[in-house]
């Protein structure tokens, strides 16, 4: 079956249809091989330990939580920064939940008062309550209403219609028939040009993301636009390690999983560690991996030819970030928070600006065409190159600057991407198939739910697999 012939011939299904799947049972107490210990493997198996299954967790890297990663170091002075998981949504209940569960603080992630940079075409403007941003200086080429309302209103005026519609449909239903049809096919850059966005406002919009299908976008901005985003004061890496915890006597930390065979009623596993090659058998996998590693990974029998389709089609986004840190957070004394809006796929964010103490960090958060150009630098490079920008944004960095660091999530090797980014088309034939278990081995991940590139999908989907284990025993 060609990658063509998938993408129109199999049928358009939700994740309830996909909840029906049948596995099949085991007459004595379930053994289940959990392959990664990021939050959609770990959430699987803390579920099943409770449940009381005899679950093992194989974790390739030395730590767990994947794609929840705090940078602490090079840092001073206890700062930290995000190299992935960043924002939690407050509509996020199952991110919450745990946050919860766990005693886990909660922050705000963006500052109550203080002035956003705004730096487009290369002139700098400060914007708060009292000065907003003066559109006659933004030198883009727009819409005459485009100028009128100003940048902050142009996701409201070209897709809160939309963005409601699609943020309303429940998981269980995710993508229901009508937002596939209405926003399914089409990709979020010819959507917002079938709004009448100018190319411009188009590109400011989307942050490199051209082919993305509308429906995947929209849902992601339903979570952007939650009345609150917070994150984990200490780190957000403080959530997988409170999974870790709890799974400490579970996981196998440095076992590289390189092969999943499934016979009759059994399924084993090979993994890789210190140099030797181990097994481990069991009645059920979960694969909690990202399909860029799982591509790599020999299965037998082979796979059906859906599900091959699916690992080898997703697409996955890059991300490269770039993290400054500089002697004080002088831009606190013009009055600013730290974070700008810039005309390049990128957002700069300041994480430390609830941290104490008078360093601070900023962090350039590259997406698409722009984080595989940063990726392509040397370390030493990327930090310069960003250096020399942050300072028209932010000037001062240059003096302020002590220490910089940089991850590229393409180059890390148990995740080489960033998440998932569906094209027009997939969501009613990759994400089904990619959901679907392979009769003993189940799937999870942040690819296989309904949030796809956020901690809450990880979580559904490791929830989701582990109910569909508890339920057929
Ligand atoms: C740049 C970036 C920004 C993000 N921003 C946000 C945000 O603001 N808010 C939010 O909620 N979410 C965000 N996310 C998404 C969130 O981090 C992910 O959805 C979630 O962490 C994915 O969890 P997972 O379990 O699906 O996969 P992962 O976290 O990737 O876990 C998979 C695990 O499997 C292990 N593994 C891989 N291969 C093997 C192998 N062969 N053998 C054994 N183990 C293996 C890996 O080491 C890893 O621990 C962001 C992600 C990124 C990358």
Known sequence: MQRREFLQGVAASTLALTLAAKIPATPRRAKVLVVGAGLSGMAA?????????????????????????????????GLYAEAGAGRI????????????????????FYPASGAEVYYIKGKRQRVDAAHPLDMSKVALSLTAAERRIGISKWEAKYMDGAQREVGRVSSRDWPSQAVLKAYGSISIQDFLRAQGASDDAIEMLVSGYQSEAALDFLRDLASHQAPMLSKIVGGNDLLPRAFAAKLSEQIIYGAKVVRMEQTGEHVKVSFIQGGMTRTQEADYIICAIPFTILRSIEVSPAFSEEKRLAIESMTYGAVSRVFLQTHTKFWTKEGNTGFATVDRAMEIWNPTWNQSGNRGLLMAYAYEHLAREIAAQTPADRVTTMLHYFDQVHPGVKDNFEVGASWVWEEQPFTKGAYCVYQPGELSTILPAAMRPEKRILFAGEHCSSHPAWMQGALESGLRAAETIQHAN
């Open 45 to 77: 198996a803390l579920e099943l330990k409770n449940a009381g299954f005899e679950v093992i967790v194989l974790e390739g890297d030395s730590r767990p939580g994947g794609r929840v990663h705090t940078l602490r170091e090079p840092f001073s002075d």
């Open 89 to 108: 949504p407050s509509t996020h209940d199952l991110t919450l939940k745990y946050v919860r569960q766990f005693n886990l603080q909660l922050a705000p």
